[in-house]
Each structure stands twice: as C-alpha cells, then as structure tokens.
C-alpha cells in the first residue's frame, strides 16, 4: 500500500515529492524475499547492508535503478497497518493504478512521524475531506503511541488538530446516515419469512 506524498497528492493535495513510501504486511514474506520481487523490477537496496537495517528498523531503503527514484518500504506489524492495508483503495496516479491509504489511515501516519512536511499534508487533507472521522483518527494514534511506549508520538496529531482549528476551517463531524423507512406491505399480501444469512468465510 502506498503511503506518504504519492497518497497524498493522489488525494487531492498539490505538492511536491522525489521518492515513494510504501507498505507491506509484515508476515507476507521475509526481507530477502522482498529483495529479489524488488530486483527483476530493477529496484536494489541503497545501502551497504539492507537486511540487517530493514530487520531493526522494520523499513527497507531500495531505490529504482533507471529513473534513481527511492523507495521505503515498511514491514508493517501492527493490527492498524494490518486494517490500513486491507482497507486501500486501487487509486489512479498518473499512468498506473496502485493501492493507496484511505485519507483518515493517512492521517495516523502522517500524525506518527510528525515532521513538518507531514503536519501540512494532513492539515491540507482534513481541509479537503472535513468530514474525517478524527476520533478514530485518535484513537489510533494514542494506540500505536502506547504499543510503542512512546506518548510523544500523539504530539503530531496534536499539532494538526490545533493548526486546522488556527486555520477557521476545523473538521466537521460526519454526517449520520438517515435510519432506512420501512416499506408498507400491501394489506392482504403475504410476508416473506427471511431466511437466514449464511455465516462468510
């Protein structure tokens, strides 16, 4: 799954980027394995000793040989990353078709590294979508903060929230879906007992 500036600006933001972030379940396959799918695209890992960083780091610094354009890959381990991934959308990005983030899994990203690029994305994605579910927004950040022990991982979020709302522009709750009406049966007409649904696989 695409994350970063392609899955921003393939949301709607206009910016600039040089590189692609990106993520993949961890469990899928072993770093080496990602190594050589990478290589017979003609992407080589940057560095001297890729395994040993991507293995402590969980990210694999690879870069596209013909047009030296860098790529990070992310082993995702999370129960979030898991969601965020399961949850992408096939998005239209110049001449390709790839899987980005959904723009409320954006934004938990963007909030974790909490770089200044990073706070203006998310500012400029929650002014473009203001309906944003920003709770579960929070809720997942102040989790992967605690699962990594880190509290201060939950400032960036912090951060956006107050610059949206300095903007005069702050998220706007989602709206509720209206409660569905009842059809009337037809007076002397049969009901239709449901049956019912069977369990999904």
């Not at 991507?54 to 013909?66: G, Q, S």
């Not at 994305?121 to 979508?129: G, I, Q």
Request: net charge positive.
């Amino acid at each position: 799954m695409v994350i970063g500036g392609i899955a921003v600006i393939a949301h709607g933001v206009q910016r600039m980027t040089t590189d692609i972030d990106a993520v993949i379940e961890g469990g899928a396959a072993t770093v080496e394995q990602v190594i050589a799918a990478l290589r017979r695209h003609d992407i080589a890992p940057r560095i001297d000793d890729p395994v040993g960083f991507a293995t402590t780091n969980l990210v694999l610094l690879a870069r596209h040989r013909p047009t030296e354009v860098d790529l990070d890959l992310s082993f995702g381990w999370t129960a979030f990353e898991h969601g965020a991934i399961a949850a992408c959308a096939s998005t239209r990005y110049g001449r390709v078709v790839a899987p980005m983030a959904q723009v409320d899994d954006l934004l938990v990203f963007k909030a974790i590294a909490g770089r200044s690029r990073d706070i203006d994305d998310a500012v400029t994605l929650l002014t473009l979508y203001p309906f944003v579910d920003t709770r579960r927004v929070r809720q997942r950040v102040h989790e992967l903060a605690e699962l990594a022990d880190s509290p201060e991982l939950a400032q960036g979020l912090a951060r956006i929230l107050a610059a949206v709302a300095a903007s005069g522009s702050p998220p706007r709750p989602a709206p509720r879906a209206r409660p569905a009406t009842p059809k009337r049966r037809r007076s002397g007409a049969p009901s239709k007992a449901k049956r019912p649904s069977k369990p999904k696989r």
